[in-house]
């Protein structure tokens, strides 16, 4: 079982910077790839960003390459998500996924275990 929590949403206006953190615990973390998804209101989750455990890899989606960044920390068991030129479309419910697969992790499905989301709010 992995516990994920994460935190550093907020509201921000257009063109600034947040950052958010998944804090991990329960299972060996260094072995599982992770990632950040999001989930508008009456939209589907979206896949964000994510890092492979096996040789760090990062993938992007389309519409936050050049702004977002995932990194990890394995010594504390942390994956952050650092997001610059916010966007009032990237407005949503974020949410922080592990999984044991380092394949297919743009997909939902690929993910074992999921955070309780944290907000973000780009105001134009």
């Known amino acids: 079982q992995v516990q994920l929590v994460e935190s550093g949403g907020g509201s921000v206006q257009a063109g600034g910077s947040l950052r958010l953190s998944c804090a991990a615990s329960?299972?060996?973390?260094?072995?599982?790839?992770m990632g950040w998804f999001r989930q508008a209101p009456g939209k589907e989750r979206d896949f964000v960003a994510a890092?492979?455990?096996?040789?760090?890899?990062?993938y992007y989606a389309d519409s936050v390459k050049g702004r977002f960044t995932i990194s990890r920390d394995n010594a504390k068991n942390t994956v952050d998500l650092q997001m610059n030129s916010l966007k009032p479309e990237d407005t949503a419910v974020y949410y922080c996924?592990?999984?044991?697969?380092?394949?297919?992790?743009?997909?939902?499905?690929?993910?074992?275990?999921w955070g309780q989301g944290t907000q973000v709010t780009v105001s134009s």
């Open positions: 890092i492979s455990w096996s040789f760090g890899n990062t």
């Open positions: 329960g299972r060996t973390f260094s072995r599982f790839s």
């Open positions: 996924a592990a999984a044991l697969s380092p394949r297919g992790l743009a997909y939902a499905s690929t993910y074992n275990y």
